[in-house]
């Protein structure tokens, strides 16, 4: 079991950055690939980025591509994902996602997820 909450959202202007954290509590975090999600209102959610269980792997969806940095510290248990050139569509509740055992971009392949944090940027 898996535990994750999520940190560091807020309200951005377009261009600026944030810095979101996901600290998990479980004893076998390093096993997992991990990865971000975001979900607008009226929109299904949708994968951001992910990161393997080495941190060694990553893959990010084309939208965020060289704006966003994911990373991963094993040993302190967290996984970071770094927005930077923030868009207004960017906007969303930003999901860390846990527990895949396939490197993957599907959400159903994730069996734990944190509760979510607002990311606002406005134009």
């Known amino acids: 079991q898996v535990q994750l909450v999520e940190s560091g959202g807020g309200l951005v202007q377009a261009g600026g950055s944030l810095r979101l954290s996901c600290a998990a509590a479980?004893?076998?975090?390093?096993?997992?690939?991990m990865g971000w999600f975001r979900q607008s209102p009226g929109k299904e959610r949708e994968f951001v980025a992910g990161?393997?269980?080495?941190?060694?792997?990553?893959t990010y969806a084309d939208s965020v591509k060289g704006r966003f940095t994911i990373s991963r510290d094993n040993a302190k248990k967290t996984v970071n994902l770094q927005m930077n050139s923030l868009k207004p569509e960017d906007t969303a509740v930003y999901y860390c996602?846990?527990?895949?055992?396939?490197?993957?971009?599907?959400?159903?392949?994730?069996?734990?997820w944190g509760q979510g944090t607002q990311v606002t940027v406005s134009s």
């Open positions: 479980g004893r076998t975090f390093s096993n997992y690939h």
């Open positions: 990161i393997s269980g080495s941190g060694g792997s990553t």
């Open positions: 996602a846990g527990g895949a055992t396939i490197f993957s971009q599907i959400a159903g392949r994730y069996n734990y």
